[in-house]
């Protein structure tokens, strides 16, 4: 065999020195899917951009009026054009990415808190108590989701924080049935048995033992989670029961584009909310198939 061959393939079979660790492997695998580090890169800048907002703006406020220059198209003063009321569109859109990220951070967190804990509950508790809180995730899901949070924020009130904990209070079953269908697999490992056998309380198993096992599945349906409560919020909002005027969201500066003026002759009014709702869901959910192809232990690229 040719020496150079040689070498390159025992390099390539060389077995590392010291193990890498899961953190390591998780980030070695998930830097391997480029669509998945943009999507993680423009989640970032959107992050930026809305903790910099009184700086990405140049300082205009988003609630002042002008009403001499209503609907002005882009220029020097107002790059993004000014709207019916006279407000620089741009700062009402660096501003809306605060509210629209909010939204969906604020949500998911709700969400995934309830879901874990019951589906953690149900999976190692099993008998009466998983079929009550299964049957009560089945009466959930038996419902659309869409019309379910609009009935419910039309009797309680169109506002931001009804929004959050709206979406945050019913897009828990899905979490729960997925960590459910963790836990029951791992209840049977031999490390929980192990840990039950020498005395170990059922809460510590839980905290200790399942929980952490089950995070890796609960964080990546929170990326997708958090895409769905944004593009939920801007539907919310440009039907009036989302975020009030005049705070801004990507989804109540959609309401001009009912116009079929303003679709045709003012673009400004309509495509950068667009664009900023579509580039917000596809980093997330970039991100969130890189996170889920790195984290899954069916995989065998290391």
């Known amino acids: 065999m040719n020496p150079a061959i040689a070498q390159q393939a025992s390099s390539r079979w060389r077995v590392p020195s010291e193990p890498l660790s899961l953190r390591s492997l998780i980030w070695r695998r998930y830097k391997r899917r480029v669509p998945a580090l943009i999507g993680a890169a423009v989640l970032l800048g959107l992050v930026v951009v809305a903790i910099l ?26 790059p993004l054009g000014t709207d019916a009321l006279g407000r620089d569109v741009l700062s009402r859109l660096v501003y809306a990415s ?70 945050g209070l019913l897009g828990w079953p899905s979490v729960c049935r997925l960590v459910r269908a963790s836990v ?22 839980a905290l200790r033992h399942i929980l952490p096992n089950v995070m890796a599945e609960v964080i990546v349906a929170g990326t997708f989670g958090m895409a769905n409560a944004i593009l939920m919020e801007a539907g919310l909002s440009f ?27 003012m673009p400004w009014l309509w495509v950068p909310p667009g664009v900023m709702i579509a580039l917000s869901v596809l980093s997330i959910n970039f991100a969130g198939d890189g996170l889920r192809d790195a984290m899954d232990p069916r995989s065998l690229v290391c």
């Open 53 to 78: 907002a009184p700086y990405v703006s140049g300082g205009r406020d988003p609630y002042v009026s002008d009403l001499k220059h209503t609907r002005s198209a882009p220029s020097a003063v107002h």
């Open 184 to 205: 029951l697999s791992l209840r049977e490992q031999e490390f929980v048995l192990a840990a039950s056998c020498v005395g170990v309380t059922d809460l510590r198993i």
């Open 239 to 265: 039907l009036g029961l989302g975020v009030q005027p005049p705070m801004a969201s990507w989804g109540n500066m959609l309401i001009d584009a009912q116009s079929l003026t303003i679709l045709e002759s």
């Open 98 to 167: 605060r509210v629209s990220l909010s939204v969906g951070l604020v949500a998911v967190s709700i969400y995934l808190a309830i879901g874990l804990l019951l589906g953690i509950v149900a999976g190692y508790a099993g008998g009466v108590i998983d079929s009550m809180i299964m049957r009560t995730a089945d009466i959930f899901l038996a419902f659309p989701s869409l019309m379910l949070i609009i009935a419910i924020v039309s009797v309680v009130g169109p506002s931001i924080y009804n929004v959050m904990v709206v979406l």
